[in-house]
């Protein structure tokens, strides 16, 4: 295969988090080394608490304190990447409506149509002037994904964004992400403790150790996304999944059926 | 049927406002009274200082001083909330700023009104502004502590969006940190106007030839409660006329948000 540069290069040696009064430093990641290619969707899967948000945070440039390095893939026209990141809360400001929400990460002259398109293709066509306290957390979730994907990211960043939300509504919003993504393709890293979510949207696994978190195992899904409907398929590809990578079992694994 | 809760909200108002007229009436009833019992130059009767008020809105006399306190208020008060904003938001982002300064806010906080008013009379002469100078003064520190919890307070999760999804400074400042802060620029706002109308009378007393403070110091002189009473009046319902049509209505917009 020619070498193609890819979206996203991130090889985190070492990041710590200091304590309290020279207490030892935490080591949040140690070797984490994770290549993506472009138009990929890939899923970052580890036990809660294993410095998934870290290396997202690190990814986004929110924080420079790490050994390491990041490389994103300029744009065509030589710009730097865009990078979108749809946080675990929507973090939406509650003082703007929804446009005003997305508008503020746009450029003014072209936002309101952007804005439009957006909200109608996230099935919000009619909470433009909501604010966000008026809105399920279903809404909420809609209107923070299509804020990332207004601005036609290079690099999606998504942190278990579906987390702590109804069966029903998680499975809509798969859906709709699945929707978008199609119709607006771009690198994405999404970022679960869920394997059965993981394997429902991804492309590709990547499996991360407890702290101090590395890679330690690649699993690429080939099933049709069609297929993906949480049928026996899925159950039967997270059991290989578990049986190869015992490790989960305990974080991952523990998460009942549904 | 249930009345709507705006039906219920509007009459609740009304209910609160006929209560305010009533206790005003019925401190001014008891005014006129115990003045007529007393019959005395020290207390002159509601009734004399409303008629004294009219004259003096007639003549121009009263406008004019009172149209000049306005604007040295006004000006004061910009500058109070503007640098006190500032120095407390630097204060309320930087810990080394706020060690560094923390012990002269307390300071300034403790340092009496009228020895700024002196200081600042002395040092920079009998000007205006020395004059309007000396009441901010007064003021920022106030301003700073209320700005620099509000800037304590702020949200890491909202700035972190701003800045992952590179909204400018200006644009992050406008639609992040501000309505974060309002809460807190309203409270030193209120207090503020409260407090820099009574220095600025001061302030004009001691050092100004006009305004409504120059003209009560006149009034002093001569014993003339019923002047000094008017001007009171007039200039108390001016700064409850500004937290109705000013404060009040930003206040309500700025929280419209709110479910």
């Known amino acids: 295969m020619a070498a193609v540069t890819p979206a996203l290069h991130a090889d985190i040696r070492d990041k710590r988090y200091a304590r309290a009064r020279g207490a030892q430093s935490h080591i949040a990641l140690a070797g984490l080394s994770l290549e993506i290619a472009a138009g990929e969707l890939v899923a970052l899967v580890g036990p809660s608490g294993c410095g998934k948000t870290t290396f997202l945070n690190i990814v986004a440039g929110l924080d420079r304190d790490y050994v390491g390095e990041v490389r994103l893939a300029a744009r065509p026209d030589g710009c730097p990447a865009r990078v979108g990141y749809v946080f675990q809360e929507p973090r939406l400001l509650p003082w703007r409506t929804v446009h005003e929400n997305i508008a503020l990460v746009l450029p003014p002259d072209r936002a309101d149509a952007i804005v439009r398109d957006m909200l109608t293709a996230v099935g919000l066509a009619g909470a433009h002037d909501l604010y966000p306290p008026q809105l399920s957390v279903g809404m909420s979730r809609r209107v923070a994904i299509a804020r990332a994907f207004a601005i036609e990211p290079d690099l999606l960043l998504m942190d278990e964004p579906f987390v702590s939300l109804d069966h029903d509504t998680v499975e809509q919003l798969r859906e709709l992400l699945l929707k978008l993504w199609r119709a607006r393709p771009t690198t994405v890293l999404f970022v679960t403790h869920d394997l059965r979510e993981a394997l429902m949207l991804a492309d590709r696994l990547v499996l991360l150790s407890a702290p101090p978190a590395h890679v330690v195992g690649e699993v690429p899904v080939s099933l049709a996304r069609s297929r993906r409907h949480s049928g026996p398929e899925i159950e039967l590809l997270r059991d290989e999944v578990l049986r190869q990578h015992r490790e989960l079992i305990g974080s991952a694994a523990t998460s009942a059926p549904r | ?259």
């Not at chain 2, 409260?194 to 014993?223: C, T």
């Open chain 2, 1 to 259: 049927m249930s009345v709507s809760t705006a039906q219920r909200a509007s009459w609740l108002r009304a209910v609160s406002l006929a209560q305010r007229i009533g206790s005003l009436a019925l401190l001014i009833a008891i005014w006129q009274i115990t003045a007529e019992a007393l019959d005395s130059r020290m207390l002159p009767a509601a009734s004399a200082v409303f008629i004294e008020l009219a004259r003096l809105c007639a003549d121009g006399a009263l406008p004019f001083n009172l149209g000049i306190t306005l604007a040295r208020v006004a000006a004061a008060f910009l500058v109070a909330m503007a640098v006190g904003t500032a120095i407390g938001i630097a204060m309320g982002r930087s810990r080394t700023l706020d060690a560094l300064f923390d012990s002269w806010l307390v300071l300034l906080l403790n340092l009496p009104a009228l020895v700024i008013i002196v200081l600042a009379y002395v040092w920079f002469g009998l000007t205006e502004a020395a004059a309007i100078g000396a009441v901010a003064v007064n003021k920022i520190p106030a301003v700073a502590v209320t700005l620099r919890e509000g800037a304590r307070a702020l949200d890491r999760n909202y700035s972190q969006m701003a800045q992952s999804f590179h909204v400018g400074r200006w644009r992050t400042l406008r639609h992040v940190i501000l309505p974060q802060l309002y809460p807190y620029l309203f409270a030193a706002a209120r207090s503020g106007l409260a407090l820099v109308w009574k220095i600025v009378l001061i302030v004009e007393l001691l050092g100004r030839s006009n305004g409504v403070g120059f003209e009560i110091q006149l009034y002093f002189q001569q014993f003339d409660v019923t002047g000094i009473l008017a001007y009171t009046i007039a200039f108390v319902a001016v700064i409850q006329l500004i937290e109705w049509v000013i404060f009040q209505p930003l206040e309500r917009r700025a929280g419209r948000w709110r479910p």
